[in-house]
């Protein structure tokens, strides 16, 4: 384990951004102001990541290694680099693969579209893999390095919900007592390793209780569940103009029957604008009304702007095509031909990861009726929201 | 704490059963066998269990008390005390409850049936609530008490997965080692205080990786993920004698798309004695083939024989009425009307807590065609039967 900047035994120097400004008890309450205050400007730190991701898993009792098992269909290593890479003034990620894995890594990075990842292969244990990371960090071995680092954060592969905040925290405890690899597991192996034989001191900063690790089986259930209600947070209500009442029936029902689910509406016309930023916002959960019952003329527009984002690259985005019916006038069975066309319409657009759904509510005269049959309907869409069953992609369901 | 049994100060004696034929390590792989053999007969040992369940859930982050959080719409602490329960040699177990939760443990006693339980008042701390119990069996205050407990087992109400073995390897431990109040958690607070404070010994037991302690939400996320998973480990295929070809079809795909599940098929004619049996063993998933398209005479049936045994008090039963049709020559619509019915059946026995949902399978005449819609079907039931989402309860799927 070496102290101070790769290459060098010497600890770091504060920083005139970090150590000036705010102290450890400040830091902890550091948010993204912070980060953006400390990091851009002639005087930024230069902050890397080394990621030890050669574990086989022995303890967890599946063949995949969990670093590479499947969350909603993508290895779990992708989300812990989706939460490094969206911090910003980390500027490179190191991750220790072993030799056999290495082209599986390769196919994640692009298929996810992970930036600022360079690979090394793995050592013989975790300490050796993060050695061979820090010494491609300090001999520059790899491509685009515009500087050495000053500060390694070392992060485990199987810890996917590490915050900016802690970041943070670990890069200005480093700048201050001199610890360049500081673990972000609290009190293991790494921290006794730092105290016992490095020339430097080492300093425990506490971690969110969402910073766990990956280790058994169930571990795997806990993390598919928290990241479907972290993506089930925000549902989209589409429709065109025409339409607007019956949605919005269907948009307040949804907002008493989802308490804590953020529910908005947009329209689909004006070119949706508005509905391009909701998507920019990164909202997963589409429920779009049509105007004519057994047409899909808004949930195909809708189809087609998602297809053109990139929205569903990292989680497969959930849309409800809904279409009204007043069962007493016109029995379902007469519709059902024409609605069954969402089949064709779901093979198709979940080639790229979006699953869709159909979903007929009954639309009676009676006021209470419709307001129950309207219940129904978002009891299923939040069923499906948040399940995210893959084997019900191209139903229609009946409220 | 107390040593010995309660109210005495001297630790029990080592009884004819237990320890002649087998020491701690023989004991590490107890099985039933074992249990059977060390208890009935009259050298038997008289085991109680005490479970502390006072706690308020601080940590959990959700206002109900962890032990009272639904799993599959049941408290958590009722699937702990199935598992004692069902190890039938521990003749009383005693859970401590605070005075304001005294009526809902009462009621859930009475709603899933549980046996062999008295309640006392939680103390203070964890401690005095085992405490109380400890006193009340001591005491000989509880009803209908054989005899005073030798050996008491404590077990957090949080650790629902605790297994007949683990629990034969703690009595056997304290009939060796004398300690009595011994807890199931490795080497926390209770280990020290009964080691400071009592005049006995105290031994540790290795636990199985399942008896963790259920303390953040996301350990109740991954309860519910590990319930769903054990109950949906076999899947009965019923139908009637006229139908077995299709049926068998079904259940062989079911068998290769679904590994590591068990399919077995019954036929619901001859009284259903064999049936009966798959109902009496526990298996919580149907898969009901009817004859006729539009039909449910099979699938009333099987709902009959549910509705009478009492399979579905612990969990929800999940059965899936199975119809046929060739697309090509009756178009689905044209029998929409009649399955629609589903419906009605499903909020009938939902009451019941069997959850049932429609199938129509497209059945072509090509061979090909036919294999991969029931291969869709397949996907839709394992689907079903995984992720027992009881929004979908009295939908009509369509492979």
Redesign the interface.
């Known amino acids: 384990m070496e102290s101070g900047p790769p290459g060098s035994s010497r600890p770091t120097e504060p920083g005139p951004c970090l150590s000036s400004q705010q102290g450890a008890d400040q830091a902890a309450s550091a948010s993204l102001q912070n980060a953006a205050a400390a990091q851009p400007g002639r005087h930024s730190l230069a902050v890397a990541a080394v990621l030890p991701a050669g574990g086989c898993g022995e303890?967890m009792g599946v063949p995949t290694p969990k670093q590479f098992c499947p969350i909603l269909e993508r290895p779990l290593i992708s989300y812990t680099l989706q939460a490094l890479e969206r911090v910003y003034w980390i500027k490179d990620i190191v991750v220790a693969v072993t030799g056999e894995n290495m082209e599986v890594m390769k196919s994640i990075i692009q298929k996810y579209q992970h930036k600022r990842i360079s690979l090394v292969e793995a050592g013989v244990t975790r300490h050796r893999s993060i050695f061979n990371g820090l010494k491609a960090l300090a001999e520059d071995q790899l491509n685009c390095k515009p500087s050495k680092p000053e500060i390694v954060i070392i992060h485990d592969a199987v810890r996917p919900f590490v915050e900016e905040d802690t970041l943070l925290k670990v890069v200005t405890a480093a700048k201050k007592h001199g610890c360049s690899d500081y673990d972000l597991e609290f009190g293991t192996e790494c921290l006794q390793l730092a105290l016992k034989y490095c020339c430097t001191k080492a300093k425990l900063v506490e971690g969110s209780?969402d910073l766990?690790k990956v280790t058994?089986k169930?571990?795997l259930?806990?993390v598919?569940?928290?990241i479907k209600e972290k993506i089930s947070q925000e549902i989209c209500v589409v429709t065109e103009e025409d339409n607007k009442y019956v949605s919005h029936l269907l948009e307040e029902v949804l907002k008493s029957e989802l308490n804590h689910v953020k529910v908005a509406s947009e329209a689909l016309c004006h070119a949706g604008r508005d509905l391009q930023q909701i998507i920019l916002d990164q909202c997963y959960n589409f429920v779009c009304v049509n105007v004519m019952t057994s047409d899909f003329q808004e949930t195909q527009k809708l189809l087609s702007m998602l297809e053109e984002s990139n929205l569903s690259i990292l989680y497969p985005v959930v849309v409800v095509s809904v279409h009204f019916l007043d069962f007493k006038l016109v029995?379902?069975?007469?519709k059902?031909?024409s609605l069954?066309l969402i089949?064709e319409f779901a093979k198709e657009v979940k080639k790229r990861n979006i699953w869709l759904c159909g979903l007929l509510i009954s639309y009676p005269q009676d006021e209470q009726k419709l307001q129950e049959s309207l219940r129904q309907g978002a009891?299923?869409i939040?069923?499906?929201i948040k399940?995210r069953?893959?084997?019900?992609i191209g139903?229609?369901?009946?409220a």
């Open positions: 303890r209780p766990w058994y169930r571990d259930y806990a598919e569940s928290i029995p379902p069975s007469e059902m031909e069954m089949r009891i299923i939040a069923s499906l399940e069953n893959s084997g019900l139903q229609l369901l009946i």
